[in-house]
Structures are given as structure tokens and as C-alpha cells.
Nanobody, 122 residues
Framework: QVQLVESGGGLVQPGGSLRLSCAASGNIFSIYVMGWYRQAPGKQRELVAAIPTGGRTSYADSVKGRFTISRDNAKNTVYLQMNSLKPEDTAVYYC????????????????WGQGTQVTVSS
């Protein structure tokens, strides 16, 4: 019923920038919090940044000042601008969203994208 499709990953040199996008589509009634997580090899998935519908953004300490999360509610899309990238930012990045659908507006479902690889290396 709902799909999250990420784009924008790739290979970048240390100090470079990338912009990730995630578009939600399907039988959507309302989208609440949207966020980005990442998972490096051998590590647990961790929250990178989150943005509620109308509240304050939050960031992992490791990306504060370098990453910026934003959203376009008209397009059901969330973005992650990543600057000053470091090798330790290398991971698969996943989009996440809390969404209610048209045929069940009382239940907030938790949805994930398929992931996009970000590799920071010289």
C-alpha cells in the first residue's frame, strides 16, 4: 500500500557532499515523522536524523553541523543533505516514515525504504 523509494547515494571523496531523497507513495492519508537511519557493516542500524510534521528536527551527535534533514509535504518527500562527509559515514542509508493509510486512518504504520549505499572513500 505504501512505498518509500530512496535515491541519491553513491561514492564520494572525504569532504564531499551528497543529497539523499526519499519519496513516499501509495494509499497515504497522513505522514507524521520522517527520518533517515544508517547501518554500517557489522553495526546496528542507527538514527541519523528525524523531522516531525511541524516540529523540531533532531540529529545524531556524529552528524550535527554536517547533515541537514528537510521535507516537502506537498511531495511526500524527505531529504538528507550531507556535507563534509567522512569515511565513517559509509553505510546503507534507510528512509523511515510513520504513515496512516486511507483505509485505516486510526493506525500509524512504520515504513522503510529499500536502502541506498553511501560510500565515502578516496
Amino acid at each position: 500500500q505504501v512505498q518509500l523509494v530512496e535515491s541519491g547515494g553513491g561514492l564520494v571523496q572525504p569532504g564531499g557532499s551528497l543529497r539523499l531523497s526519499c519519496a513516499a507513495s501509495g494509499n497515504i492519508f497522513s505522514i507524521y515523522v520522517m527520518g533517515w537511519y544508517r547501518q554500517a557493516p557489522g553495526k546496528q542500524r542507527e538514527l541519523v536524523a528525524a523531522i516531525p510534521t511541524g516540529g523540531r528536527t533532531s540529529y545524531a551527535d556524529s552528524v550535527k553541523g554536517r547533515f541537514t534533514i528537510s521535507r516537502d509535504n506537498a511531495k511526500n518527500t524527505v531529504y538528507l543533505q550531507m556535507n563534509s562527509l567522512k569515511p565513517e559515514d559509509t553505510a546503507v542509508y534507510y528512509c523511515n516514515a510513520a504513515i496512516t493509510v486511507l483505509d485505516d486512518t486510526q493506525r500509524i504504520g512504520n515504513y522503510w525504504g529499500q536502502g541506498t549505499q553511501v560510500t565515502v572513500s578516496s
